[in-house]
């Protein structure tokens, strides 16, 4: 018996094999789940539909894996369709993942002060405003026992250099989040986020992961950095029956660094002054 046996829902997020939406889909698929999958729709010129075939390559040896539909959550239709399309194959579903960001490049990476109008509203669009975009629409064949859980980061409560814009962006999705559980509680759809520590996906190298990796290294209470396995598990504990009664919650899954408030065990390696 799987906790998931006889569970449905939606994945939204899996770039590769490395993505954390595939990190909890994994968990969720070896204990009985069923999944409708999502992935970035590939340019017409590319013949070869290198976004589609990345995420089938996956998802093509799950049984459990029902469908792989295209969808860009810019645009309403395309969340529709997907939603649709989940409607027509399970009628209901009783959990969703949200694990969407992107920001453009030039402005991630310049001062958060000098990001551009659009840069600032393709990032917040992308990665704040989509999951209540998609709550919206999958609200109607949630079940009233159910769960949506997204994707955020410490540098949404704290500044974390080089994080910049995304920053501000996780800041809204952990208040979007927060205002969701209140809307949607009393439909029995619980809202999370999972504040994930950094790890080498697509996404986290744009976002400056390879820094932060030796400083959680030094600085987390578990002198460690976490896995993907790690957040795949404790995903899917937050969209099973094991966590009901939690809802609105950001749950750091980050070997404990957000808790530090110093250095810590870095200062080891800081030559000391003489006194
Ligand atoms: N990697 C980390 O260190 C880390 C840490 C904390 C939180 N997160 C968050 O986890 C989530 C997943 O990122 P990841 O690290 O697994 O990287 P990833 O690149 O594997 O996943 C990001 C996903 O967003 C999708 N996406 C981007 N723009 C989109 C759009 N317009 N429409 C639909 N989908 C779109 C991409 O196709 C991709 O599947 C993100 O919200 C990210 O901010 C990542």
Same mark, same amino acid.
């Given at each position: +018996?799987?906790?998931?046996?006889?569970? /449905?829902?939606?994945?939204?997020?899996?770039?590769?094999?490395?993505?954390?939406?595939?990190?909890?889909?994994?968990?969720?698929?070896?204990?009985?789940?069923?999944?409708? &999958?999502? !992935?970035?729709?590939? @340019? %017409?010129?590319?013949? @070869?539909?290198?976004?589609?075939?990345?995420?089938?390559?996956?998802?093509?040896?799950?049984?459990?894996?029902?469908? #792989?539909?295209? +969808?860009?959550?810019?645009?309403?239709?395309?969340?529709?369709? $997907?939603?649709?399309?989940?409607?027509?194959?399970?009628?209901?579903?009783?959990?969703?993942?949200?694990?969407?960001?992107?920001?453009? +490049?030039?402005?991630? /990476?310049?001062?958060? *002060?000098?990001?551009? @109008?659009?840069? &600032?509203?393709?990032?917040?669009?992308?990665?704040?405003?989509?999951?209540?975009? $998609?709550?919206?629409?999958?609200?109607?064949?949630?079940?009233?026992?159910?769960?949506?859980?997204?994707? *955020?980061?410490?540098?949404?409560?704290?500044?974390?250099?080089?994080?910049?814009?995304?920053?501000?962006?996780?800041?809204?999705?952990?208040?979007?989040?927060?205002?969701?559980? &209140?809307?949607?509680?009393?439909?029995?759809?619980?809202?999370?986020?999972?504040?994930?520590?950094? #790890?080498?996906? #697509?996404?986290?190298?744009?976002?400056?992961?390879?820094?932060?990796?030796?400083?959680?290294? !030094?600085?987390?209470?578990?002198?460690?950095?976490?896995? !993907?396995?790690? $957040?795949? /598990?404790?995903?899917?504990? +937050?969209?099973? /029956?094991?966590?009901?009664?939690?809802?609105?919650?950001?749950? !750091?899954?980050?070997?404990?660094?957000?808790?530090?408030?110093? %250095?810590?065990?870095?200062?080891? #390696?800081?030559?000391?002054?003489?006194?």
């Amino acid at each position: +018996m799987g906790r998931f046996d006889g569970k /449905k829902g939606l994945v939204l997020g899996v770039a590769n094999d490395h993505s954390i939406a595939w990190a909890i889909a994994k968990e969720i698929l070896a204990e009985g789940g069923q999944i409708g &999958f999502s !992935h970035l729709p590939d @340019r %017409p010129d590319d013949e @070869r539909q290198r976004n589609r075939r990345r995420v089938s390559q996956l998802t093509d040896s799950q049984p459990n894996a029902k469908f #792989l539909v295209p +969808m860009d959550v810019s645009s309403d239709e395309q969340i529709a369709a $997907v939603i649709d399309r989940a409607k027509q194959e399970f009628g209901t579903i009783d959990f969703l993942v949200h694990s969407i960001a992107y920001a453009p +490049m030039e402005d991630l /990476k310049g001062e958060t *002060t000098n990001c551009s @109008r659009e840069g &600032f509203r393709i990032a917040m669009e992308t990665s704040a405003y989509s999951l209540l975009a $998609v709550g919206r629409y999958a609200r109607g064949i949630l079940t009233s026992d159910s769960a949506i859980l997204t994707l *955020t980061y410490f540098g949404g409560e704290k500044v974390v250099p080089g994080y910049n814009i995304m920053g501000v962006c996780k800041a809204t999705l952990d208040a979007c989040v927060k205002y969701m559980a &209140f809307d949607l509680g009393p439909a029995g759809i619980r809202v999370n986020a999972i504040s994930a520590g950094p #790890l080498r996906t #697509l996404a986290g190298r744009g976002a400056g992961v390879e820094d932060m990796l030796g400083l959680y290294e !030094h600085m987390s209470p578990m002198a460690r950095n976490i896995t !993907h396995e790690e $957040v795949g /598990k404790a995903g899917a504990w +937050m969209l099973s /029956k094991e966590s009901l009664g939690i809802t609105g919650e950001i749950l !750091h899954v980050d070997a404990g660094y957000n808790i530090m408030g110093s %250095p810590g065990r870095l200062l080891d #390696l800081v030559p000391k002054q003489a006194s």
